[in-house]
């Protein structure tokens, strides 16, 4: 053999042997201290990590060495609650060299750790210390657990209360709650409540000049006939109240009954949400409302009732029931939601809120609605007691004064069904008092069935002496037994009416009485109303107006004056108008160049494929 060719083979084999050589395994230690919640060693406790353990000596000190890969490390003594020192985590993973430090709570005493200063606030870990809240309503807390109330009571079957809602209405001792409580986004499982303090009942009876942030409640069950119910309070009273949650829920009964609060004044409620609520009044009550029951001079945003259960079947004393809230007065609702259906017998029922008012005692500090939505179904019945009864898939009634209500960007899609003579009904609000509320960018969608006899339908609402809408909308198929219109009807003069840049798209079956694709008044003084269209469908009416219906047309000969507005003469069965309203065929009304001086840059749209060719608002996209 050559030279160099072994030389090659010899070079390979050693090659190949160093490849083979045995990879030494890394290990490494890990050490830490375990502390209770006021820097005070804990000994005795047992921590694990992977197949080792260690104990803390009397310094709280603790190590494990020769540790491979990646393990958990955990601790544990009895009678405490211990998470990595700064984290609300009872373990941590680690694959090398570490420290790790825990911190320990007291699961046997008072409260876990703490003194109950904003700065050092109560720590809460068990049932038991939840409780005892009640007897430090100025301190504060924040719980670190999961806590299942379940563990208060010692009997499961037959269902027994195991919560006493907490604090008290003035002049009472010991006083509301006054503290804060910080949830940390943990659970508090399985309340009862089937008493009140003061007739206020829920987790919290009276809440005043507190802060509660991040608490989630599961399960939560509040049946007591009080004055005032929800199931996170009874009564809130000028707080910041955030980011609290309920699931899987129910109460009943109360003369003010709220999925979340009975009542609230003065107060700020952010992010805050009901999930799978049953919200039932079976006894009697006054305001019901999904998520609060009686609003006042209060700021709610990104506040949601999802998926809620409105019910007040047989009771004939409720005067105004409402998917977010029963009654509101003076205040801000932004970017709020219901969702679910309403099943209510009441004066007063609205699918976000069931009356709405403005006081003129004092100056109003938000009066809006902006960026709120409802859906779901409606079922509505008059209570007996009153001659009239009100039904609106946003609200019932809505009560201005010189100073008033706007709604912006508010949608509803909703079906609605009245009987029982509830008087009347509509897609957006039943009744506007037209004191000067302003609508923009606001709308109906769904259905409305009211097929007892007296019942006045419009797609969007009655209204009264001064409103305004613009870039609103109603689409809807409408079924009655009395007059309809296709968007409003106007009660009284309507010269500081003014409808602009809106349409209504649908049908109205109206079996004995009159219909009008847009507007229904009885005025000799007329709305104001630009750059509109209907496109109704009027069917089986005693009388049928194309675009405006005026009562007062018997004795007042001149026609409504609106400019710039269209009818679709193809499916309006029309008899009649009282308007200037130009009529088109439905192929006109789908072409662009109809619509003479219209703003299809800013505001309007049109497109084959959205709203069967029709135009759109440019915000419905």
Sequence with gaps: MRK?????????????????????????????????????????????????????????????KGLSGNVTVSAQLSGYYIVISGMVSPTKQVSGASTVDFTAYSETEDFGGGTGTQNDPYIIVTAQQLNNIRNNLDKHFKQIKNIDLNDLKSKLDPIVANWEPVGHDFPVSPGPFTGSYDGMGFEI????????????????????????????????????????????AGSINDSLIDKIVIQDSSISKSTNIGGFAGYTSGSTITNCEIQNITVESPEGGYYLGGFVADANATWFENCSADNIELKDLNNSNT???????????????????????????????????????????????????????????????????????YAGGFAGFIKGSSQSYSFTNCTVKMDIEVNYQVTTVGGFAAEISGRGESFLRCSFE????????????????????????????????INTKDDASGFISIIGDANNVSVKNSYAKGTIYSESGSASGFIVMDSAIHPTVQNCYSAVSLENSTSRYAFVYNVYFSTESI??????????????????DHSTAQYKSTAQMKTQSTYTGWDFDEIWAINSTINDGYPHLQWEN
């Excluded at 375990?34 to 000596?57: E, P, R």
């Excluded at 069935?449 to 006045?456: G, L």
Aim: hydrophobic share 35%; net charge negative; proline share 2%.
């Design 4 to 64: 160099w060719l072994f030389a090659l083979v010899l070079s390979t084999t050693l090659l190949l042997f160093n490849c083979a050589a045995p990879i030494v395994p890394t290990t490494y230690d890990i050490q830490g201290t375990v502390k209770l919640w006021n820097d005070t060693a804990l000994s005795g406790v047992t921590v694990t990590a992977g197949t080792k353990q260690a104990t803390t000596d009397l310094n709280g000190n603790w190590s494990i």
């Design 319 to 389: 005067l105004a029931a409402g998917g977010f809230a029963g009654y509101s007065s003076i205040n801000g609702f932004k970017n709020c939601s219901f969702n679910g259906t309403i099943n209510a017998t009441s004066t007063y029922t609205g699918g976000f809120a069931g009356y709405i008012e403005w006081h003129e005692e004092g100056p109003g500090s938000f009066d809006s609605f902006e960026n709120c939505s409802v859906s779901g179904q409606m079922y509505a019945r008059r209570n007996p007691s009153q001659m009239s009864g």
């Design 559 to 576: 026609q409504v004056n609106t400019p710039g507005c269209f009818y679709d003469s193809d499916i309006s069965n029309a008899e009649d």
């Design 189 to 232: 499982q399985n309340m009862v409540v089937l008493s009140e303090v003061d007739n206020y009942s829920g987790f919290f009876g009276v809440i005043s000049q507190a802060t509660i942030t991040n608490i989630v409640f599961k399960n939560a069950t509040v049946d007591w006939n009080a004055s005032c119910s929800g199931i996170f």
């Design 446 to 477: 769904g259905s409305i069935s009211a097929t007892d006899k007296f019942i006045e339908v419009a797609g969007f609402g009655h209204t009264g002496l001064e409103s305004s809408f613009e870039e609103c909308f109603a689409k809807f198929e």
